[in-house]
């Protein structure tokens, strides 16, 4: 008989304990909702037989003293004066080099890695990350031109990037 009181008053005391809020925040927390409307019921019933104050908060709870913050103005919008115009890299092609003179090829790209000359032919090398470009020039009335261009891969029998290619040549050039 004592364990069946026991086990019961047990439970009760668990149900209890677990519907209980220990929170000094949530204490007495119907308590309070009652009275907030009761009091709201009050105040509706005496504001309609006065006009409504919609300065006056309805609450009169002491609150502590807070400076507000101002407002601040509105940002200013200031357009700049002028555009700048950013120059766009020329599209490479290959045979904008063709009847350049030596001494043109050499102030744009500069020495060549690798000169090879065979009679009145001439063979300028030059080596970057993603490919070789190799541009020959023919002797005419005794100067050299650019006569054709040719560019290919760094690894024998392997694949080249052209844009990349085309960009690094491009870099050189602008």
């Known amino acids: 008989m004592k364990s069946l009181i026991n086990k019961i008053f047990f439970s009760i005391c668990i149900v209890v304990s677990l519907n209980a809020c220990h929170t000094l925040k949530h204490q007495n927390f119907f308590l309070e909702n ?23 908060p309805l609450n009169k709870k002491e609150m ?6 101002e407002k601040k103005g509105k940002v200013k919008k200031v357009f700049l004066q002028k555009k700048v115009k950013t120059p766009k890299p020329l599209d490479f092609n290959l045979a904008t080099f063709k009847d350049w003179s030596e001494t043109k090829l050499i102030k744009k790209f500069g020495k060549g890695d690798f000169l090879k000359e ?18 020959f020039l023919l002797k005419k009335s005794n100067q050299y031109y650019v006569n054709y261009i040719e560019k290919r891969p760094t690894k024998l029998h392997g694949s080249m990037n052209t844009e990349a290619c085309h960009k690094e040549i491009n870099k050189i050039l602008n």
Request: one cysteine or more; charged letters at 25%; proline letters at 4%.
């Open 34 to 56: 009652i009275r907030n409307n009761q009091n709201q019921q009050v105040s509706k019933i005496d504001n309609k037989s006065q006009k409504i104050n919609k300065k006056k």
């Open 64 to 69: 502590a003293p807070i400076n507000a913050p």
């Open 118 to 135: 065979e009679g009145q032919l001439k063979n300028y090398q030059y080596y970057f990350q993603e490919c070789f470009l190799d541009i």
